[in-house]
């Protein structure tokens, strides 16, 4: 017998309990059990936890993007305030071209310009 996990419960299911169980089942019931088998009930189960963990997934994946895109708002503020800022865009290349920068090319400018922000 498979043990599989059941809708709402960590119970195993066992088809021959719940047609025994069953017996006084509606006519609903009966057909679909007639038609797909004893396995049915199982059977949607497994395909309601499926779609569940994928409806889960996406849930987390659209939170992900969330926190990305407020991450790139406020990085786009940053670089507004310093475009806008001639004394911060000053600043900013002379740090990103400085001594300790980020340049990629080895390139040095040692000044800096004193001011508001």
């Known amino acids: 017998m498979d043990t599989i996990r059941v809708f709402n419960s960590d119970l ?5 309990k719940f047609i025994k169980q069953n017996e006084s ?4 019931s009966s057909e ?3 038609r797909f088998g004893p396995d049915a009930p199982k059977l949607l ?6 779609l569940e963990d994928v409806l889960l997934e996406q849930v987390q994946y659209s939170s992900d993007l969330e926190k ?3 991450s790139l708002k406020q990085e786009k503020d940053q670089m507004y305030k310093i475009l806008n800022s001639e004394i911060a865009l000053a600043n900013y290349v002379s740090e990103f071209f400085g001594p300790n920068g980020k340049c990629p090319g080895g390139a040095i400018i040692t000044w800096r310009l004193e001011g508001n922000h």
């Not at 195993?12 to 021959?16: C, F, I, S």
């Not at 189960?45 to 499926?50: H, L, V």
């Open 12 to 16: 195993p299911y066992n088809p021959q």
């Open 25 to 28: 089942a509606s006519r609903e």
């Open 32 to 34: 679909v059990i007639d």
């Open 45 to 50: 189960n497994r395909y309601a936890c499926a």
């Open 68 to 70: 990305q895109i407020e």
